[in-house]
């Protein structure tokens, strides 16, 4: 049997202040930039890569935003789990929650992109034992399975 993990899934500034607070315990500081790039990545309801995320910031703040520098904050939010990174789409989404460590398992709807993250420690535990027993150090792993989401399936 899965282990549930139910979360309180906070929103909009909610989830804006989460984040801050998550990253300024981390150490670093919520810049304006870090917050706008923040912003433009959880109003996406599908993957953002960093050119979508640069693209809406330049839109909404009037002038260029380079994807090198989302690609660098980005970066830092992945390191202090406040983004999740779809490998295979090389794009991001926010973590609705993230003061909380899980491994990512990601559902890849291959028809729409809806991307749907999902806890199941002991899924990726057992994944992370599988590595240790080859002699494998993991540090992060990510699981993703793709398919067609409940909408698209019917279709």
């Not at 500081?29 to 979508?52: C, H, I, N």
Request: proline content about 3%; some cysteine; aromatic content about 6%.
């Amino acid at each position: 049997m899965a282990h549930v993990h139910t979360h309180h899934e906070p929103e909009g500034a909610d989830l804006a202040d989460a984040a801050k607070a998550t990253l300024e315990r981390a150490g670093e500081q919520w810049t304006a930039m870090r917050a706008s790039v923040f912003e433009a990545l959880a109003g996406f309801e599908k993957p953002a890569s960093a050119y979508d995320i640069a693209d809406v910031m330049s839109k909404s703040q009037g002038r260029r935003v380079a994807a090198n520098s989302v690609y660098r904050i980005l970066d830092l939010f992945v390191g202090a789990n406040l983004a999740r990174r779809v490998e295979s789409a090389n794009a991001y989404v926010a973590n609705a929650h993230p003061d909380c460590m899980h491994d990512c398992i990601f559902l890849v709807c291959d028809k729409c992109g809806q991307t749907t993250h999902i806890d199941d420690d002991r899924l990726t535990g057992a994944v992370r034992d599988a590595a240790r027993g080859a002699g494998f150090s993991p540090e992060r792993p990510v699981i993703e399975v793709r398919g067609r989401c409940a909408a698209c399936a019917g279709n």
